[in-house]
């Protein structure tokens, strides 16, 4: 989801599905791996041991507050010349192949400059350095970090953070609820088995909400087939929205698993391990069940509650994947996405009051249920993912010329006008997009209006969250294709959905891209279009431009090396032959390749396009 308002300047926003070789952890073992937390006191509610701290950095007031709790770190804040650092050995577990390293961090500065990191905090892991904040990154509350620490399995090192403040004006650098979550490993794929696995998921969900709406509880069950050649032991649920909660107090709560045995969860609550009673062998499937309760946040989120309004998006816990980098376990991302997942098919019901309207993924059909409530049963094939939204929402409808049911909610102060706008910009991208990619094949499509978004517009599988934007609204009908029938891994290939994306959203809207890639600057000579999340969130205020801006005039570039019309024939067959399935860059710079007899080997070293 694109946490940006890029979108409404001309680029737009979010989610996506599945890269593979280039994806993180690596699995370097065989060895069992129990998932763990390796932070010790992570909230400093026991003192400052086995932290190294100076005298009163480890407290309980002063101006500060903690996120949880009564204690919090506070380093810095003096408006003098100073240095101070908080440190604690950890040790990452040799057969753990993912490794997250987490923490909440308010910033607070009397620094005016909005250009300008005169005050420091660096994070370390023994002297590598594994991200870098500032002056630059004040906000009025805590912000979530995540670092994956992957690569340090194995190793017992120091975790640091210090603070190094200039000659003059404060930035207090605050901490609390430090987490350094290990998983993963147990059951690596065969060497060079590029399967994924699980494959063909069937979700099976019925819940019952509240009567706001806000509150879900019932039971989901998913049945999956092991389709690699390496046996599968286990498998890992993704629980996403539990980075909204402070761990282990979570909005998602999974108890009473059956079809195998659950571990503690681990990758900041998001991710849970189910170990399987038996290996199942490639062509063997198994089946997992829970009860789950949902519990949405206020705000208005992808996951949270405007006023009467909630939307549901990333709540419905799913499979992680294993493919031939090992289990793919990566920390939930604010900034952007961290989604990856294979094509699924759901059947959810949702259990609610009459008086709430309930769009969803895939193709709904409402029945009269108990007293004042309805029922409403969606089932949608081949997506992955799935989210609703719950409120006495406005709605809309049209159709497309080419036969798409559009519905347009809008929340209250949406005007009717407004509500009418996005409709019609709906019917026509829908359509623009299918002609260039492939047919819509969801059934109908639900857009949720509300110009309290944040984040101006997140797309799921027949599902999105916008603004009052026609480009941000056609940038997320957009990810329909890139995303959702083209999946890709979001967290280590984001240009894959984004850029893709946003280059679909330029031709929707008749934007050539005349000279785009004239104005590029990079930030560093570390700064490629294809680097993951991991870096993009330690350096959040390049994201989109890198991946959104410069992502699409790379592709701009490439039609104008190609020509238009074998431009438009490389998109469209390569939405072919990965319907469905899942994109690589590796892939997708393969089947340029073979679309032009121009040696496309500088072209892509001279727009940073790796893999």
Not at 224 to 230: G, I, K, M, R, V
Not at 288 to 305: C, K, Y
Not at 433 to 456: K, M, S, T
Request: proline share 4%; charged share 15%; hydrophobic share 40%.
């Amino acid at each position: 989801m694109k946490r940006l308002l890029h979108a409404l300047a001309g680029a737009a926003l979010f989610v996506m599905a599945g890269t593979a070789a280039l994806a993180t952890p690596n699995v370097a073992s065989a060895a069992d791996c129990t998932a763990a937390q390796v932070v010790a006191n992570g909230g400093f509610e026991s003192g400052t041991s086995p932290w190294t701290a100076p005298s009163g950095a480890i407290t309980g007031g002063g101006g500060q507050s903690a996120h949880s709790g009564a204690s919090f770190a506070w380093l810095d804040g003096y408006g003098s010349t100073h240095t101070e650092t908080l440190a604690q050995s950890v040790t990452l577990p040799a057969g753990c192949g993912t490794a997250s390293l987490g923490f909440w961090l308010h910033v607070d500065t009397a620094e005016t400059s909005t250009s300008t990191a005169y005050d420091k905090l660096t994070v370390g892991l023994g002297s590598t350095t594994v991200a870098t904040y500032s002056n630059l990154d004040a906000q009025a509350g805590y912000v979530h970090k995540t670092v994956d620490v992957s690569a340090f399995a194995g190793q017992t090192v120091t975790l640091s953070f210090t603070g190094a403040e200039d000659s003059s004006l404060q930035t207090s650098f605050v901490l609390d609820d430090v987490t350094l979550d290990v998983s993963g490993g147990t059951t690596p794929p065969q060497p060079g088995d590029p399967t994924r696995t699980p494959a063909a998921p069937a979700y099976t969900v019925d819940l019952s909400s509240d009567a706001s709406g806000g509150s879900w509880t019932g039971h989901e069950s998913v049945t999956f087939t092991n389709a690699s050649a390496a046996p599968l032991n286990e498998v890992y649920l993704r629980l996403w929205d539990n980075y909204h909660g402070s761990c282990p107090a979570t909005p998602i709560a999974v108890t009473k698993v059956t079809g195998g045995t659950p571990s503690a969860l681990s990758v900041n609550c998001t991710a849970l391990r189910i170990a399987l009673p038996a290996p199942l062998a490639q062509g063997q499937s198994g089946t997992v069940g829970f009860d789950l309760g949902i519990t949405v946040p206020s705000g208005a989120d992808r996951f949270g509650r405007d006023g009467a309004f909630a939307f549901i998006g990333n709540a419905l816990p799913v499979l992680a994947v294993r493919d031939a980098a090992g289990w793919h376990l990566d920390p939930y991302t604010n900034n952007g996405e961290s989604f990856y997942s294979l094509a699924s098919d759901f059947t959810v019901t949702l259990d609610h009051p009459s008086s709430l309207l309930v769009p969803a993924t895939g193709t709904s059909v409402d029945t009269p249920g108990s007293a004042g409530r309805t029922v409403t049963r969606a089932t949608a094939s081949k997506v992955r993912d799935f989210a609703w939204g719950a409120g006495p929402f406005t709605r809309i409808s049209g159709t497309s010329p080419a036969g798409v049911k559009v519905n347009v909610y809008s929340v209250a102060g949406i005007s009717a006008s407004d509500a009418q706008s996005m409709l019609s910009t709906a019917v026509s991208a829908v359509d623009a997009h299918a002609q260039r990619f492939g047919a819509y094949p969801y059934g109908e499509l639900d857009a949720v209006i509300d110009n309290n978004f944040w984040f101006g517009g997140m797309e799921y599988p027949g599902f999105v969250l916008d603004l009052v934007s026609t480009t941000a609204l056609t940038h997320e009908i957009g990810h329909q294709w890139f995303y959702g029938i083209v999946g890709d891994d979001e967290y280590n290939g984001p240009w894959l959905d984004e850029a893709f994306t946003d280059y679909a959203t330029d031709l929707a809207l008749g934007k050539t891209g005349a000279g785009c890639w004239n104005s590029v600057s990079w930030a560093s000579s570390a700064e490629r279009i294809t680097n993951s999340m991991a870096y993009w969130d330690a350096n959040s205020s390049r994201y989109s431009t890198v991946v959104y801006g410069y992502g699409k005039c790379t592709l701009h570039d490439l039609r104008r090396v190609l020509g238009d019309t074998a431009m438009a024939k490389l998109l469209r067959d390569y939405a072919q032959s990965h319907w469905y399935g899942v994109s690589t860059t590796a892939e997708f710079k393969a089947a340029a390749q073979a679309a032009t007899t121009v040696d496309l080997t500088s072209f892509w070293s001279q727009h940073r396009i790796d893999g």
